[in-house]
């Protein structure tokens, strides 16, 4: 399966692409610009991946919404007595990211760069999903944490579980290359 030109860096290896299963038509989107949708969870890679989706919007003349959700605690009812505190938690949580995101929107609106950001809570690959369909994303960027193909395909992860059900092409940014180029 063939990079298209345009996920393609200059000077780097192209990145993992994924195009939606077979069978199913990749949606076209109803808004007028095409959107890049960048899931980030502000580890190492995160920067990369806005990187990248930044590089990916340009090139098909769209806009990039970084998206950051907020998984909450699973509480077992042997734990209800805490399940106000892991609310509290959550809450602070989303607050202390919307803060980042913001934050990160400032800095790249002084370079010049127009993005949206989203926080939400939930399951991140339902939400992700959720919000690139919400979007009509034409792409979804994300990265991948490196922990080998036998891991994702028995445990998966986030980055995999978005590949089975996105309705879009997605492009991962593997942590270990980001890594070692830095």
């Known amino acids: 399966h063939k990079v298209p030109q345009a996920l393609r860096s200059p000077g780097r290896d192209p990145l993992l692409t994924c ?14 610009m095409k959107t890049v949708i960048a899931p980030i969870d502000f580890s190492g890679v995160s920067r990369w991946v806005v990187d990248e989706a930044i590089r990916l919007a340009r090139s098909v003349h769209g806009r990039v919404v970084v ?7 699973r509480v077992v009812p042997a734990m209800a007595k805490l399940a106000g505190g892991a609310l509290q938690l959550t809450a602070d949580v989303e607050r202390a990211a919307r803060g980042q995101l913001h934050l990160m929107q400032r800095r790249l609106m ?41 891991h ?31």
């Open 19 to 32: 195009s939606p299963p077979h069978g199913i038509a990749p949606r076209r989107p109803n808004h007028p």
């Open 67 to 73: 998206l950051h959700v907020v998984k909450p605690p």
């Open 110 to 150: 002084k370079q010049g760069i127009s993005v949206e950001t989203v926080c939400t809570t939930g399951s991140p690959i339902r939400r992700i999903v959720e919000q690139a369909e919400t979007q009509a994303a034409r792409y979804i960027v994300l990265g991948g944490h490196g922990r080998g193909a036998l």
């Open 152 to 182: 994702q395909l028995v445990v998966g992860g986030t980055a995999s579980g978005v590949l089975k059900r996105a309705g879009c092409p997605v492009v991962v940014v593997p942590f270990w290359k980001k890594a070692a180029a830095a």
